[in-house]
């Protein structure tokens, strides 16, 4: 079946211009997962969504960020007046559900971020 | 908070010279471990989950192993095409916490 598809692939855009990065999950996920991979270091957690809601958003880096889902389906991270150190790449994940067996994360082919 | 630290950070081998990789992690209660391939340019494939200590699974060439303090990756007899960065990730209720991974190189 369909895994997770991100949009756009690769984006560059200019410092101080706000962008949109797209995630749509694996049908049937409920639990859908925003991570952020810079060059030389780890997936860093930055928000998870449980159906519509995301009650923790301390993992987001400053509040230039932002996140929202709809439908229990596709979810959109906002980056605000971007900044050099946004340079990344957003992978996205979904999950069937949250803390119970049928954990195991799908990863999307994430959105590689240049900010010039 | 949850730590992960895998080890080396790069391995070398050649094809058919078998290996492993290290995960170690401190949590405060093991509710799985999990590990993934990523290729370059591409999002993490995961490989597998494992819940408690004594715990194996296997998939074609790779091995992994559970004790209370860390996880094996076992690679028998790799092939040029398991080049690839191998990451390892404890759960936390909501989120997934990475090792930096292992790049490893196998050459023909």
């Known amino acids: 079946g369909a895994g997770v598809s991100q949009s756009p692939s690769n984006k560059v855009t200019e410092k101080g211009k706000d962008v949109e990065l797209r995630c749509d999950p694996i049908?049937?996920?409920?639990?859908l997962y925003w991570y952020r991979q810079s060059l030389g270091q780890g997936l860093e957690f930055l928000i998870y969504f449980q159906g519509n809601s995301a009650p923790d958003k301390s993992g987001l880096p400053s509040d230039r960020f932002s996140a929202e889902r709809t439908g229990g389906s596709v979810s959109t991270l906002t980056i605000q007046r971007t900044q050099q150190e946004d340079s990344a790449v957003y992978l996205c994940?979904?999950?069937?559900?949250?803390?119970?067996?049928?954990?195991?994360?799908?990863f999307g082919p994430g959105t590689r971020l240049t900010v010039t | 908070e949850d730590q992960v630290t895998q080890s080396p950070e790069a391995l070398r081998l050649q094809e058919g010279e078998s290996s492993s990789l290290n995960c170690s992690y401190t949590v405060s209660g093991l509710r799985g471990l999990f590990w993934y391939r990523q290729d370059p340019g591409k999002g993490p494939e995961f490989l597998f989950t494992l819940y408690s200590a004594g715990e194996e699974k296997e998939k074609e060439r790779l091995k992994a192993t559970l004790t209370k303090k860390e996880s094996f990756l076992h690679i028998t007899a790799p092939k040029p095409e398991d080049s690839a960065t191998y990451l390892c990730a404890v759960q936390e209720p909501e989120r997934l916490v990475f090792g930096k991974g292992t790049k490893l190189t196998v050459n023909p």
């Open positions: 049908s049937g996920h409920t639990a």
């Open positions: 994940a979904s999950s069937l559900t949250i803390g119970f067996s049928n954990y195991e994360q799908y």
